[in-house]
């Protein structure tokens, strides 16, 4: 099983993980769409820094369609050992195309992703409202 992020050579007691992670994963799968736009956002700004090349962005873009695909679907989901959803995303792309898939995360903090699919969401949870 692979390790959380947090989660280095101290054994995390069950029930305090439970308490603490909760429904995480569950609240994660409704932000997985969100998370592949703001992928696909911002691989095409590394594309244009330099940090991608136009190679790497033409295989990544339709991976992250595909992934998007799968979140608007129902069928996304995050496998066990895996703590989140950018992980899942990550996971999936080095999967398919190698160690291009960890690219997507190049000068952006995880702080950043989440802040961004939460405002996402939150947009599109206001329109359905109005």
């Known amino acids: 099983m692979a390790l959380k992020l947090w989660e280095k050579s101290v054994q995390v007691d ?7 992670i909760g429904r995480d994963k569950e609240l994660d799968l409704l932000l997985a769409k969100y998370d592949v736009l703001g992928s696909i956002a911002h691989i095409t700004m590394l594309q244009s820094i330099g940090l991608l090349t136009a190679d790497e962005l033409r295989k990544l873009l339709p991976e992250l ?5 799968l979140a608007e679907k129902g069928d996304f989901i995050i496998e066990e050992g895996v703590e989140d959803v950018h992980s899942e995303v990550e996971l999936i792309l080095t999967r398919q195309l190698g160690d291009i898939g ?10 950043d992703q989440v802040l961004l699919d939460l405002k996402l969401f ?5 329109k359905e409202l109005t």
């Open 122 to 126: 939150t947009r599109e949870q206001i």
């Open 14 to 20: 069950k029930a305090i993980e439970t308490f603490t």
């Open 102 to 111: 960890k690219k997507i995360h190049s000068g952006r903090s995880r702080n």
């Open 65 to 69: 369609k595909n992934i998007y695909v």
